[in-house]
Antibody, heavy 119, light 111 residues
């Protein structure tokens, strides 16, 4: 069974760093891009960026470029999303979702990681 | 404000049909046949139910259908059932840097 399993909820203070993970199970991890999607409280979904685990090539939405870093370890079948300095406005649920090379949809999603940033 | 515009809510009685619109621009919905739709129950992860505008993945009931006209895509749920009560998000490819844009989501209520 295909599964994307994300790390647990986090509570952080502004200025702190954070790295969350997304581990793929049940498929060839390097055949699918991993995407990160933000859902702020009560809002819609927002694509942040993606990574090709086969070569770690990344693509970012311009509004997230420089604020987050997406990485992957193909040997651990795991992708990461990290911040070096969190803001209160980063409070949201973050989902990872996979996309097969050559397709334009997200066919499997992680369960989401809730990040709360508060002083 | 989301890049694609959806109604905040749509409601219908069991057995009825409802349609959710999703309006974009010629840079996204109008420019590509890469619209997808996702169903999200409260507290759950999104699940994809339509891809490439009109196609249904295996396991998705055929009461879900997608279409597109110009810059507007639509999701129709025919024969509405109680378990269809959820949020529905549209998504379109937009090209290299913006890549994917979503709508703000539509809450479907089964009366």
């Amino acid at each position: 069974e295909v599964q994307l399993v994300q790390s647990g909820a986090e509570v952080k203070k502004p200025g702190e760093s954070l790295r969350m993970s997304c581990k793929g199970h049940g498929y060839n991890f390097t055949n699918y891009w991993i995407n990160w999607v933000r859902q702020m409280p009560g809002k819609g979904l927002e694509w942040m960026g993606s990574i090709d685990p086969s070569d770690s090539y990344t693509s970012y939405r311009p509004s997230f470029q420089g604020h987050v870093t997406i990485s992957a370890d193909k040997f651990l079948n795991t992708a990461y999303l990290q911040w070096s300095s969190l803001k209160v406005s980063d409070t949201a649920i973050y989902y990872c979702a996979r996309r097969m090379q050559g397709t334009k949809w997200f066919d499997s999603w992680g369960q989401g990681t809730l990040v709360t940033v508060s002083s | 404000q989301s890049a694609l515009t959806q109604p905040r809510s749509v409601s219908g009685s069991p057995g009825q049909s409802i349609t959710i619109s999703c309006t974009g621009t010629s840079s996204d919905i109008g420019g590509y046949n890469y619209v997808s739709w996702y169903q999200q129950h409260p507290g759950k992860a999104p699940k994809f139910i339509i891809y490439d505008v009109t196609k249904r993945p295996s396991g998705v009931p055929d009461r879900f259908s997608g279409s597109k006209s110009g810059n507007t895509a639509s999701l129709t749920i025919s024969g509405l059932q109680a378990e269809d009560e959820a949020d529905y998000h549209c998504c379109s490819y937009r090209g290299f840097y913006s890549a994917w844009v979503f709508g703000g989501g539509t809450k479907v209520t089964v009366l």
